[in-house]
């Protein structure tokens, strides 16, 4: 069974810094895709960054300049550095993983964490 834990959230400052990670543990096979999302109060959870296998990267353009996502794939983490928060990066942020349990299975599947709450104050 796989199990995602994000941890690294809280409350932080507007123009502060907050470092998120999240770890997949469990016997898995193949990691494609590893993301962040993240939903705020009485909106729809969206992207905000993700990084494939080969170190590509891709980020929401609110984001852009400012978050950084990596992975460390000898330990299955992503994480997700924060610079220059903003009062609306408050969020619950979730990590996403898409990922192969078996060398046989053909179409990978995606993994959520439970979330972790990020508050920046103004």
């Known amino acids: 069974q796989v199990q995602l834990v994000e941890s690294g959230g809280g409350l932080v400052q507007a123009g502060g810094s907050l470092r998120l990670s999240c770890a997949a543990s469990?016997?898995?096979?193949?990691?494609?895709?590893m993301g962040w999302y993240r939903q705020a109060p009485g909106k729809q959870r969206e992207l905000v960054a993700t990084?494939?296998?080969?170190?590509?990267?891709n980020y929401a353009d609110s984001v852009k300049g400012r978050f950084t996502i990596s992975r460390d794939n000898a330990k299955n983490t992503v994480y997700l550095q924060m610079n220059s928060a903003k009062p609306e990066d408050t969020a619950v942020y979730y990590c996403?993983?898409?990922?192969?349990?078996?060398?046989?299975?053909?179409?990978?599947?995606?993994?959520w964490g439970p979330g972790t709450q990020v508050t920046v104050s103004s």
């Open positions: 996403n993983m898409r990922l192969r349990l078996f060398s046989y299975q053909v179409y990978a599947s995606d993994y």
């Open positions: 990084i494939i296998s080969g170190g590509s990267t």
């Open positions: 469990g016997s898995i096979f193949s990691i494609n895709v």
